[in-house]
């Protein structure tokens, strides 16, 4: 069984609060499996080895002022190790929001550490600084107050497939933010996000785009198939995490780094599809991706 599967079990709770509190220090969900998996359990052997690893990833956001130009060149920095995503049933109850995730890469790793053990974990200042030795607490970034609105994301997944930008557009807030590491460059509001959906979206009519509902970072989120024209198949494109508010969408990070398909146990490849999703063919049924003991 490999980390991931071991963190999913439902028995295993313990497991699934280390792979948490190592992705809060790293922000990837990648190494936080890793970690806590080396760990047997111990908060600090984790702690410990997150502090040997803990930098400071960004998103887009973190880097540079939003972009005043959707249809300008689009750069990527693949060298820089960006945020990641964590599938909600790899985390614990206590906040993860993306939101919360990005302002704890802004502390010192050892304060980072300090305010998770304390704060969340609930050890007594003694036991944190025995482990860490004396160290500031900071104050926590306070976690996003988010909605869930069902009908919204089935209507914006629709128009997503159907590939309509004029409809998409009418989800976003009016300050809503939209990035997507390793992408730089990222954009604020509707008609931006539009506009840029609109020239760099290689989609070109309905059906050529899939989306699977998900959950990451206890957002509702969307895997996104692409469909290739050569041999009429979906292909792994990007995971969409969204936060919602009573105004709509206020932010949508769309992660490129297609390894995190692994991560969620999707598939990279969909198959067996019909020519068009909207000539009245039955949806497909997407299967998650074995796993191997």
């Not at 998770?116 to 306070?142: A, I, R």
């Not at 989609?203 to 024209?229: E, T």
Request: hydrophobic share 40%; net charge negative.
């Amino acid at each position: 069984m490999d980390g991931y599967s071991g963190a999913r079990t439902g028995a295993d709770a313990q497991q699934r609060g280390l792979v948490s509190h190592c992705y809060r220090m790293l922000a990837s969900i990648t190494e936080a499996v890793e970690v806590a998996e080396s760990a047997r359990g111990s908060y600090e052997l984790a702690t410990s080895e997150c502090l040997t690893r803990a930098g400071s990833r960004p998103l887009p956001t973190d880097l540079a002022a939003a972009s005043d130009d959707p249809e300008g060149e689009l750069h990527q920095r693949s060298e820089v190790l960006w945020l990641e995503p964590i599938p909600s049933d790899l985390a614990d109850h206590h906040p993860i929001d993306l939101g919360y995730i990005a302002a704890l890469q802004h502390l010192p790793a050892r304060q980072r550490a300090a305010a998770l053990l304390h704060n969340l974990e609930g050890w007594p200042l003694s036991q944190v600084t025995d482990l860490l030795g004396p160290v500031e607490l900071p104050q926590l970034h306070t976690p996003m107050s988010s909605v869930t609105d069902d009908t919204l994301l089935a209507r914006y997944r629709e128009a997503f497939e159907q590939y309509d930008v004029p409809a998409i557009v009418t989800f976003f807030a009016a300050d809503a933010v939209w990035e997507m590491p390793p992408f730089t460059s990222w954009f604020r509001g509707p008609r931006n996000i539009g506009r840029l959906i609109s020239t760099h979206c290689p989609a070109k009519g309905p059906g050529d785009q899939l989306m699977v509902p998900i959950q990451a970072n206890h957002q509702p989120a969307f895997a996104v198939y692409m469909r290739d024209p050569k041999d009429n198949v979906h292909r792994a494109f990007q995971i969409q995490v969204l936060a919602l508010t009573a105004a709509g969408i206020v932010h949508a990070v769309a992660f490129f780094d297609l390894t995190l398909f692994q991560s969620f146990d999707l598939p990279e490849l969909l198959t067996g599809l019909p020519p068009n999703l909207y000539d009245g063919s039955p949806r497909p049924h997407v299967e998650r991706l074995p796993r191997h003991s």
